[in-house]
């Protein structure tokens, strides 16, 4: 096994409570509490069944999205139900105070709105939190989507029938 996989089994190892007291605390939205493993990277954890889906969808997003649909996403080192490791980046809450963003300008390229309003579709998310700046960080000074788990009421179907039909398959049925 290699380090970096070492590095992750043994956080997965670690209970709760232990996280919560080897490492500082982010930040938390409904469904998952954030660590900061103080080496670039966070730890989120699910505080229950909600943030397993969540945690499962933005896997699922991060490893379905095409290149170019990538570059919008903070990237995912190490998925399981409980927990995603992912970048650190810097949330743009403690810049932007408005409530919404405005998608044209968030980042360079000129596609950008077009781009992430893509995304958004194709992947079913909740629109409402694309557009919040509590769900986009800075990160190599490119703002980046940090929350992209929670989704709209079309794709909370779709992903539950997906993921049951995976546990199915890996349960070899
Ligand atoms: N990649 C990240 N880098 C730095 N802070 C993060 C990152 N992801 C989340 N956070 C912090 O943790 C908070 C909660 O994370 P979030 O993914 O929004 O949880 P939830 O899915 O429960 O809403 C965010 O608002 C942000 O402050
Ligand atoms: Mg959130």
């Known amino acids: 096994m290699n380090e970096e996989m070492e590095y992750f089994n043994y956080l997965n190892s670690l209970k709760r409570k232990e996280i919560k007291n080897k490492f500082s605390f982010l930040g938390e939205g409904?469904?998952?509490?954030v660590y900061d493993l103080n080496n670039?990277?966070?730890l989120k954890l699910a505080k229950g069944r909600e943030g397993h889906y969540q945690n499962q969808v933005e896997h699922?997003?991060?490893?379905?999205?095409?290149l170019n649909q990538k570059k919008y996403?903070?990237?995912?080192?190490?998925?399981?139900?409980r927990m995603i490791v992912m970048k650190k980046a810097?949330?743009?809450t403690s810049k932007i105070k408005a409530k919404?963003?405005?998608?044209?300008?968030?980042?360079?390229e000129?596609?950008?709105f077009e781009d992430i309003n893509n995304l958004a579709k194709r992947f079913l998310l909740l629109y409402e939190d694309i557009v919040s700046p509590t769900s986009w960080g800075s990160l190599n000074e490119k703002n980046v989507l940090i929350d992209y788990g929670c989704t709209c009421e079309e794709g909370d179907k779709y992903y539950h029938l997906i993921f049951r039909i995976n546990r199915l398959t890996n349960l070899g049925l």
């Not at 409904?30 to 509490?33: L, T």
């Not at 699922?60 to 095409?66: E, I, Q």
């Not at 996403?73 to 998925?79: D, K, M, S």
């Not at 919404?100 to 360079?108: G, H, S, V």
Request: with cysteine; aromatic share 14%; proline share 11%.
């Open 90 to 92: 810097e949330p743009l």
């Open 60 to 66: 699922f997003v991060y490893t379905h999205a095409d």
């Open 30 to 33: 409904i469904s998952r509490r």
């Open 110 to 112: 000129e596609s950008s």
């Open 100 to 108: 919404y963003l405005n998608l044209k300008t968030i980042r360079p």
């Open 73 to 81: 996403l903070c990237p995912i080192l190490f998925f399981t139900p």
């Open 40 to 42: 670039g990277l966070v």
